[in-house]
């Protein structure tokens, strides 16, 4: 059986726990880009200079992130970058990493 695209949306629309977990995935789908540099849901590995983004404050990271978009703050790989996501992906970003503890972490403990 085929579904069509407009039946899935559908769904989507009218399930409230669905809408819910398309969110949390597109949203979690955003915070992975950020993954090869700042680690797996925003945990740098121990020992590495690169920050972590998990339990970042939220206001912390969106202003970091619009002064890289802008030019205000400098940096050799974050203005570049952040000028690739619009305001509202930015503000689900840092959603996501506000909301990531220690606990959350994905990564394997040994
Ligand atoms: C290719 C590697 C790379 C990727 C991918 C990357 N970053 Fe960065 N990030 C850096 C580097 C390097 C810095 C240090 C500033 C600079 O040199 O640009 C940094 C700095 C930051 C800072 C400032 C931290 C502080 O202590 O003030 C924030 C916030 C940040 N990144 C958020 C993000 C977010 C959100 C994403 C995903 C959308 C992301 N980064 C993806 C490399 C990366």
Do not use: N
């Not at 085929?2 to 989507?12: C, D, G, P």
């Not at 949203?27 to 797996?40: D, F, P, V, W």
């Not at 703050?73 to 990531?100: E, W």
Request: aromatic share 8%.
């Amino acid at each position: 059986m085929k579904l069509s695209l407009f039946a899935v949306a559908w769904l989507i629309a009218t399930d409230p726990a669905l809408a819910q977990d398309a969110f949390a995935l597109r949203e979690r789908s955003l915070a992975a880009t950020c993954a090869q540099c700042h680690g797996t849901d925003g945990h740098a590995p121990p020992g590495s200079a690169m920050t972590s983004l998990a339990g970042m404050p939220a206001p912390y990271l969106v202003e970091q992130m619009l002064a890289f978009k802008t030019g205000v703050r400098p940096g050799t790989v974050m203005p570049q970058l952040a000028k690739g996501y619009s305001d509202a992906q930015i503000g689900q970003l840092a959603g996501y990493f506000a909301r990531v503890t220690a606990t959350t972490a994905t990564v394997a403990k040994p």
